[in-house]
Nanobody, 126 residues
């Protein structure tokens, strides 16, 4: 079983940037693709981005392309989400999650993700 812990959230002004981190612990971390999701209270969870287990392939929801960048450092067992040009509508709780894919060079936000972090709050406001 994996444990995922997000950090890096906070209050930022519109147009600002934040980098979220997801530290992953447990067995065979390198075998898991990691995805970022976000959720606003009372609304459906929204997929943001996904990075393959070996880190070579990244995927983004269409609405997230251009402002968000996902990366991972398998030596540090950490996945990052760099967010730029933040808008008030980006305010949400951000979660990272893990999944294993048969093809380790792929990832799919529509798949079932097994383990989840506790989330980190991002608030974009002036």
């Amino acid at each position: 079983q994996l444990q995922l812990v997000e950090s890096g959230g906070g209050l930022v002004q519109p147009g600002g940037s934040l980098r979220l981190s997801c530290v992953v612990s447990g067995p065979n971390v390198d075998a898991y693709a990691i995805a970022w999701f976000r959720q606003v209270a009372g609304k459906a969870r929204e997929g943001i981005s996904c990075i393959s287990a070996e880190g070579g392939n990244t995927y983004y929801a269409d609405s997230m392309k251009g402002r968000f960048t996902v990366s991972r450092d398998n030596a540090k067992k950490t996945v990052y989400l760099q967010m730029t040009k933040l808008k008030p509508e980006d305010t949400a709780v951000y979660y990272c999650s893990s999944a294993v894919f048969l093809v380790q060079t792929t990832c799919d936000l529509r798949s079932h993700f097994d383990f989840w972090g506790q989330g980190t709050q991002v608030t974009v406001s002036s």
